[in-house]
C-alpha cells in the first residue's frame, strides 16, 4: 500500500509552489493514497526489456528555414501582465539584498 | 420552415449559399437561442455577439459579391475555453485565467475563420480539462439536455451540451484521455479525436502534450467530417504536426458502405462496471454493423486493462510540468501582498488560482517525476504505454477499426463522483488507450440505455493517419440506425 504522509505531500506541494492549507492536506494525502495505491499497477507488468514510449510520434528534431516572420509586439506580449515597468514584466524580488 | 438552430451544418450552408437564409439570420438564431437557454446549461462562458455577427456579415457580404465561399461558411461554432481567441476572454475553465485576453489566435481558433465559420463565443470545460463531468470548472458545472441534474461529460462538457441543446450545430473541443468521445457518448452527439499530429495544438491551452487533440463535436458523422477537415492539416507552429495531407473524410462520411470491412470488438472493453444497457445498446450495434456486411471479430488487448492507471501518471506527469507556467508572473492571477518573495507569491497564487482536481494532479505529477519514484511511477507507465501501442499495432494488422462502448456508463448525475476521483477516473477506461497510442477514435450515438433512457455511445478506432474509416463505419452505422429509428436520436431529447 501506498501512502503519502502529511509531511511527504507538504515537500512535494511546495516544490511544485502550491501552498496547501490543513484542510487540504488532510484531504489530499487520504487522496493521493488511494490514487497512487492504483495506479502502481503498472509495476505488475513491466520487465526491463520493454522500451518506455514517451510519445505517439517518436521524432527527434524537426526544423524550419530560420527566417525572419511576424511576431507579438512588445504590447501584445505585456497586454496581460499583472504587473509591468516600461517594456518589461515586472516581477516581485527574486534575489535577497545584499 | 423550422428554425435555423434545428439544422445540420451541411443544410445552414447549403441554404447559405442558396440565398434561402442570410448567415446574419442563422448566427441571430443561435445567439437568441444561447440568450433563451444558456441559463439552464451554463455552457457558455461567454457570448460573442459582435465578432459572430461581423463575421457573419463578412459571409453574406462575399455572397452578394458573387464570391467563392467555403463549406462551413457561415456556419457558426462553438469553441471550448481551451483555444486562444485573439481579444477574447479564454480561461480554460480556471480562475488562475479569469479575465485574461489572448493576444494571439489558435491554429483551430485560425482555420475556422478562414473557412468562414461564425465563432459564437467560448464553452465551459472541466479546470485544464482534467476532469469527465465539467464539474471541476471554476465557473460552475455545465448541465447536460438531456436531464438538467446529470453531466454532460469532460472536459468538453461544454461542447456537448451546446451541441446536444441545440446552441450551436457544431464545436471544437479537446480531447487527453476521453474529452471529445466521452461527453459525445452521454449527450447523444458525435464526437471524434483526431490521430495524435492530425489537428495542429499550436494555442490549445497544455494539459498533457504526448496526449491532447483537438476534434469536432457535430449532431451527424457528415457535420463532424466537415469540421474535422477543415481544422485538420499540418502546422509549422506545431512540431508534433504530421506533415502529410488529411484523408477525406467527408468522402468517407458520405460513402456509407461497410461491406467486406474487417471490424475488432476489443474483449477487454466490457464486462464488470459496465451498465447493462450500454451493453445491451453496443451488441446491437454490433449486429447491425455485421447485418451491414462487415466482418466482426473479437480482439484481445491485454495491456488495454493497465491503461488507465498508466494514463494517471502520465497525463498528471505532463500536465505538473506544463502548468509550471501559470506563475502569476506573466499573466493571469497573481495574488502579492508586495512583501512576499517570488517563489512565496507563485505559490500563493496558485493556491489561490486552482481547483482542487489541478492541485491533485500537479502533485501527483510531481511526486511521479521526482527522483526516487520516477522509474517505479512514471517510467513503468511508459512501458505500459508501449505495451498498449503494441496491441493497438497487432489488432491492426488483422482487422481494419476496433469498436467498443465509449463509456461505460450514462451521463450520472451532478455531485454523484465529484469527491471520489478513482471513481471519476474509471470514466475513461474505454477512451484512454487511443490518446496513449495516438490512433484516432470517434463516439456515436447508438440508442438510449433501458434503465434510465439517457444516450449511449459506440466508440470506433482506427490506425494513425487513417481517420477516414472512423468517418467509414460511423456514416454507414448512423444512417442504418436513423432508418430504424425514423429520427436523429436528439429528437428524442426533451426540450430546453
Known amino acids: 500500500m501506498s501512502s503519502l504522509s502529511r509531511d511527504e505531500l507538504r515537500a512535494i506541494a511546495d516544490l511544485a509552489r502550491i501552498s496547501l492549507t490543513e484542510a487540504e492536506l488532510d484531504r489530499f494525502s ?69 | 420552415m423550422s428554425s435555423p438552430t434545428e439544422l445540420t451544418a451541411v ?17 441571430q438564431a443561435h445567439l437568441d437561442r444561447i440568450a433563451n437557454v444558456n441559463d ?59 479575465n485574461w485576453q489572448p493576444p494571439y489566435d489558435s491554429t483551430v481558433v485560425a482555420r475556422m475563420k478562414q473557412a468562414g465559420m461564425v465563432l459564437l463565443g467560448k464553452v465551459n470545460m472541466d479546470e485544464f480539462a482534467m476532469g469527465s463531468s465539467t464539474e471541476t470548472s471554476g465557473y460552475g458545472p455545465t448541465s447536460n439536455p ?74 451527424t458523422v457528415l457535420d463532424a467530417a466537415l469540421l474535422h477537415q477543415a481544422i485538420a492539416g499540418h502546422d509549422q507552429m506545431d512540431s508534433t504536426s504530421i506533415n502529410q495531407p488529411a484523408p477525406d473524410f467527408v468522402a468517407a462520411a458520405q460513402r456509407k458502405d461497410i461491406s ?37 471479430v473479437e480482439v484481445s488487448c491485454p495491456s488495454f486493462d493497465y491503461a488507465l492507471a498508466a494514463y494517471y501518471l502520465i497525463q498528471p506527469s505532463e500536465c505538473s ?43 501527483i505529477g510531481t511526486y511521479a517525476l521526482s527522483s526516487g519514484y520516477y522509474d517505479a511511477y512514471y517510467g513503468s507507465a511508459q512501458k505500459v504505454r508501449r505495451l ?39 470514466n475513461d477506461i474505454c477512451t484512454i488507450p487511443v490518446n496513449l497510442a495516438g490512433v484516432g477514435g470517434m463516439s456515436l450515438p447508438i440508442g438510449l440505455a433501458d434503465e434510465d433512457s439517457l444516450p449511449v455511445g459506440l466508440q470506433i478506432m482506427s490506425p494513425v493517419m487513417q481517420d477516414d474509416r472512423l468517418y467509414r463505419v460511423g456514416g454507414a452505422l448512423e444512417a442504418a440506425l436513423l432508418q430504424k429509428w425514423g429520427a436523429p436520436i436528439l429528437a428524442k431529447a426533451p426540450k430546453l
Not at chain 2, 476521453?178 to 483526431?194: E, H, L, N, Y
Not at chain 2, 471520489?420 to 477516473?425: E, I, L
Open chain 1, 30 to 98: 487520504d487522496q493521493l493514497s488511494v490514487i497512487l495505491d492504483s495506479v502502481a499497477k503498472v509495476q505488475e507488468v513491466v520487465t526491463p526489456e520493454i522500451k518506455p514510449m514517451s510519445h505517439a510520434l517518436e521524432m527527434t528534431n524537426v526544423y524550419r528555414p530560420d527566417e525572419i516572420g511576424e511576431s507579438l509586439t512588445a504590447a501584445q506580449a505585456l497586454s496581460g501582465a499583472p504587473a509591468r515597468q516600461d517594456d518589461r514584466f515586472k516581477v516581485p524580488r527574486i534575489l535577497e539584498e545584499e
Open chain 2, 388 to 426: 498498449i501501442a503494441d496491441d493497438f499495432a497487432k489488432a491492426f494488422n488483422s482487422v481494419d477499426a476496433l469498436i467498443s462502448p465509449t463509456s461505460p456508463v450514462t451521463a450520472f448525475k451532478i455531485g454523484a463522483k465529484i469527491n471520489d476521483p478513482m471513481a471519476m477516473y474509471l
Open chain 2, 260 to 296: 467486406g470491412m474487417k471490424l475488432g470488438v476489443v474483449k477487454e472493453l466490457a464486462g464488470d462496471g459496465y451498465q447493462q444497457g450500454v451493453l445491451n445498446r453496443f451488441n446491437e450495434a454490433v449486429e447491425l454493423l455485421r447485418e451491414l456486411g462487415a466482418e466482426i
Open chain 2, 146 to 219: 438531456w436531464d438538467l441534474t446529470r453531466i454532460p461529460g469532460g472536459s468538453s462538457g461544454g461542447s456537448s451540451a451546446a451541441v446536444a441543446g441545440f446552441l450551436a450545430p457544431l464545436a471544437v473541443g479537446t480531447d487527453t484521455g476521453g474529452s471529445i468521445r466521452q461527453p459525445a457518448a452521454v449527450t447523444g452527439t458525435v464526437g471524434v479525436k483526431p490521430t495524435y499530429g492530425g489537428v495542429s495544438r499550436y494555442g490549445m491551452i497544455a494539459l498533457a502534450s504526448s496526449l491532447d487533440q483537438a476534434g469536432p463535436f457535430a449532431r
Open chain 2, 11 to 27: 443544410e445552414i450552408a447549403a441554404g447559405i449559399k442558396a440565398k434561402d437564409f442570410s448567415a446574419v439570420a442563422v448566427a
Open chain 2, 40 to 98: 439552464k446549461l451554463n455552457a457558455f462562458l461567454f457570448v460573442d455577439t459582435a465578432g459572430a455577427l461581423a463575421q457573419a456579415a463578412a459571409v453574406d457580404a462575399q455572397i452578394a459579391a458573387g464570391e467563392l465561399i467555403g463549406p462551413l461558411a457561415g456556419v457558426p461554432v462553438a469553441v471550448k475555453d481551451i483555444f486562444t481567441q485573439q481579444d477574447v476572454p479564454t480561461t480554460c475553465g480556471s480562475k488562475i485565467l479569469e
Open chain 2, 321 to 363: 510540468s506544463n502548468l509550471a507556467r501559470f506563475d502569476g508572473m506573466r499573466y493571469g492571477l497573481r495574488v502579492d501582498d508586495g512583501n512576499s518573495s517570488v517563489e512565496q507569491v507563485m505559490s500563493a497564487t496558485r493556491a489561490q488560482g486552482f481547483g482542487e482536481e489541478v492541485k491533485r494532479r500537479i502533485i
